[in-house]
């Protein structure tokens, strides 16, 4: 468990401000999962195969490699780092 204090000169209350600024930080979260998985879904449609079953392949050098593979690659990968950061931000509570 991490634990953060925050101290500012200003009189204004840091909660709330951080509270909507985490909200609006999980939003944009949500929108790019849902990007992302929407461009994953475009490659399974087109080459007919689920990502977990290209990785699988792609690891074991099953395929040949291309630019739109890389790019399928990175969205998974993206995808990753991105439900991360969700998990790691709905996490978050407050003490006061």
Do not use: C
Request: glycine share 2%; no cysteine.
């Amino acid at each position: 468990m991490s634990e953060l204090t925050l101290i500012s000169s200003h009189k204004r209350q840091l909660k709330p401000l951080v509270q909507a600024a985490l909200e609006n930080e999980l939003r944009l979260l949500e929108a790019g999962i849902r990007r992302t998985e929407k461009r994953l879904s475009q490659f399974e449609t087109k080459y007919r195969l689920s990502t977990a079953e290209f990785i699988r392949k792609y690891e074991n050098d099953a395929l040949d490699e291309n630019l739109e593979l890389a790019e399928w690659i990175g969205e998974q990968r993206m995808l990753t780092r991105l439900l991360e950061k969700r998990e790691t931000l709905r996490e978050v509570r407050f003490e006061n």
